[in-house]
């Protein structure tokens, strides 16, 4: 199992496992929230989750939502990824980005 460390508001440093954090991400889902209840004193505890920690606590398997902006998608969006999908090399690219 995965220790994961981070710190509790109250307690300081404090060790979890990855069924401990529950990620939350939002915009374009590189950034987000994690919350965890703290081993020591059991509060429920918020915490930013940077691009960099999003990136870790994916690949150690944490559970996770995407909260969707309440931004409707603009038709001029939707042509720019119609218009992407119709160059050949669209996969190419999106592997390119990391995404
Ligand atoms: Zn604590």
Redesign the pocket.
């Known amino acids: 199992m995965t220790t994961i460390r981070t710190t ?1 508001s ?2 300081g440093d ?1 060790e979890l496992s990855t069924k401990d954090i529950h990620l939350e991400l939002t915009g374009n889902g590189d950034e987000g929230t994690y919350r965890f209840s ?1 081993p ?2 059991q ?1 429920i505890q918020h915490r930013p989750a940077t691009h960099r920690v999003v990136s870790i606590l994916l690949a150690t398997g944490v559970a996770y939502d995407v909260i969707i902006d309440a931004v409707p998608i603009t038709e001029a969006e939707i042509g720019r990824f119609v218009a992407m999908l119709d160059q050949d090399d669209w996969f190419g690219r999106l592997v390119a980005s990391g995404g």
Do not use: E, K, P
Request: charged share 10%.
């Open positions: 509790c109250r307690c404090v703290c020591a004193c509060t």
